[in-house]
């Protein structure tokens, strides 16, 4: 057996122990007697603690030696005459920051959480949540090929759907976990198109060989012509769906009916940028394809735009830091666009942070208005000059009623995306009912119930 | 490949046991004893099967094992091949699952007698070298449809698609036998004739249709739905998971037709693609749990013939790969499913039943299983979607598109079930509602099996893989033939001109 190498030791312990903790709580579940909410949070924060010193380590590691980047290969999970799924992870000047960001808030977020969330009867389920959140992040930030981040990707994306849901008891949050869920899978697909397409043209998945990397963001791709262009607008679509920038972004406000501290590390804080990660990653590849670049630059212009001002008229703290990161996921996209990745990276860091913050502190925002209101007898003074008013009244009253309605984007995908294929679902299922009802033989029996289709959001809200 | 006779008539004994095993429950009445003995003998079964393929492949896996009870072995009865070795304990497994976690109001003697015909079927289907024994293995796994076991209410379309599969197989394999001439039925003797030109292109048609008929694929695919709906969703374990048409495609269509496949491989391919969207759509909007997972039962047992019919390994071994993902995905779903409605009884998807509180294990298992099915890394499904998506990519690109998405709609079809199911206020009934030991035995042993081999698949894939690598032979074989041939007509065209 060949000895590893401390940085290869530091990273295995980096993707294991989440792993191993994330299991211990979920075997927890079936025991006769739950464990204390001291022992759950004790085995949250003691494992991302021990992945923090080790990101520490291996941060120190890397000055010490000198290096741009460490490639740990554990061979291949499995292999098929030349195709074959390498297991190797990739520790460079993208992965690192990103993954410390990633420990450190999550860290954080698990010992506010064993506060925030004390007595609630979902307390372990949360933090079984947080570490499967937690293992698939490092997975995916981790991930020295694209097959490893796309597994890391849809486990984010299950653990962020499941946290939504949190609050089961209530249609709400169900109704949007299923949406958020709806986009997510939509956004995958351009993923696994593309995991796929850089097998077929590069003839292997590692980020090393496709894209030449020798220390990022500097690299040849191996891929060439049309297929770049193709592969970038996939994972732009991919991205797109991830970091909810226009026309996916529909989902963020309603993902805040989960705990807040999950808004906190998710959609302030990290989960929210693993698109713009996607599209740093794939920096050498992007680099090539003016198309993508002028698509990326589009969209995050016009997130940024769609998020400030759909922001201003939420009446909800939690949805008005929703649009507001939307909007500065936006303009971290033009960076990219603009290849300008350290300054995107930069721009990550604090934003994460500084929403984690604000996401935590929302709930208590109210209470301290009205502490502020008491201090100054009642007359709390405006909060300042915005360029709004700049614009003719009839304007702004235009671009408030249009913000009101979130600009129409939503309803305008239902409507033109998604309706057709429903409407013609629905009738080729009630002629399957009608016409196999009307075969079988069996006791009698009403005829089928025709499928009709489901009141949208707005007129379940009217009736209820 | 090379073939031996076997030390030992393991395979005989195996279709011995089990119809000795049937000729006892046929005249049993009591049901319990007839679940315990069940359970037991097919933890003996399932023992006896791992060891033989563990024996099997440590002899080394490029031979065949001829059964030393067949009257000849130039024409074997019985014939152990890697296919076949890796079929048969999961089968025999699946079988143990379903006798233990049935629920009590589905359990009675008819339904174990059912599970039995359909074991010994999938036994007689994966090993027999023979026609009669492959068409004698086909009608086993469609008699559970006469027995009536299970609900009263029945599928008429069901039935007449079944029972006409299986006469139209007969059909088939007459045409088969006569092949040669004379009256042949050993599978080896007729892989050694020469294809015929239209006359055999046209038995492996009708061949397609049965296979069509039998795995419920576009545009034979009414009846899947029809089943659930009306008999439960344990019927899928019996009737599809087997999945007797893909192995009448391996193990008849494929060696005996390597010409005619050359063209009718990628229309199976493209008209099951279909099946596998249109499942997906369908399965979107249906309010019914019951017909929700019989359009996902379509939907994915439609994706192992696109695999099938991919003309790269990847594809290939993806397919077989994901024959068994889906087979054990299924077989649990289904019991999840049964368990459910046992219950709280019949599911619609408009409403919320609020049982995740009351039963959190049935809940992750159902979100397990359901998600394994459309490729949750870390479960054996993920594999099999990484291998045919890869496969049908280089076969045929703008498939391997609709695949993704076809799984997306799936794997949201399953979230939508799910939170349907255990999402909601929250209906306390006074009843225990989680699982029961036997119904979370059952279910574990299965999350096992696709958590198992999801974090170590190498094994698997490995011997999948040398088995899509032998039909692979196949085809390039008969490419190579069918150059010599038009070469052969081209020269002789050329002389004619001169």
Redesign the interface.
Known sequence: MIPLSFPEILTLVIVVVPVLAMLLLGALFVAPKRPSERFVSGVTTGALSLVFLSVLALVVDFQLRDVDQVIVHFGSWFTLDDYHFPLEFLVDGLSLPFLLLTVVLTGLVARFSSKYLHRDPGFQRFFFLLLLFASSMILLVLAGSIDLLFAGWEMVGLASVLLIAFFDRRREPIRNALRTFAIYRWSDVGLLAAVVLVHHYAQTSTFGLAWGQEHWPSGRPRIEGAPVHFISLLLLLAAMGKSAQVPFGGWLPRAMEGPTPSSAIFYGGISIHAGAYLLLRAAPLIDRSPTAKIAIFTVGLLTALYGTMVGRVQSDAKNQLAYAAMGQVGLIFVEIALGLRFLALLHIAGHASVRTLQFLRAPSVLQEFHRIQAGKDGEVGASGLHYELLLPARVRQALYSWALVRGGVESAVERYALAPFMSAARSLENFEQRWTHHLDRGEAEEPPERVLPQPSSLERKVES | MNQLVSEIPALSLLVLSITGFLVYLFRETDRDRARLASVIFSVVLTSASLGLVTWFFWRGDDVRWIDPWCPSTSRPWLVLSPLSAVLLPFSALLSFCVLLGTPRRFFDVDWARSVWLVLLSSVLLATGENLFLLWIGFALGVAPLLLRGGE??????AR?SLLGSTALLLLVFSFLASRGGGFETSLRALAELEEDGARDFWIAVSLVVVVFLRSGVFPFH??V??LTE?QGSLWISLLLVPQAGALLLLRVGMPLFPESMLSLLPFVARVALLGTL?GA??G????DLR?ALGWLVVSQASLVLVGLGDTN??GL?GALVLWIAVGVSLTGLGLAVASVETRVGSIDL?K?M?L??QA??LS?SFLILG?AIV????TLG??AE??V??GS??SYPAM??LI??AT??N??SV??AY?SI?????QRSGLPMDLSRREGGALAILLLVLLGFGIV??GL??IE?RVA?QRMHLREKAIADLALEQSGALDEARLESR
């Open positions: 009263k209410k029945s599928s008429f379309v007449v009414s009846w739905p029809s009306r249109y759509l369908l979107l909007v249906t309010r017909r390994l990847e071994t408009r919320y609020g995740g509180a959190p294990l992750a998600l490729g949750l890394p870390g993920f594999i990484d291998l998506v890869h990519l280089e391997g598109i993704v998405l997306a709609v794997g949201f979230f939508r939170v255990f999402g909601g206020p929250e698949p190498r894939v490995e893989g690598e």
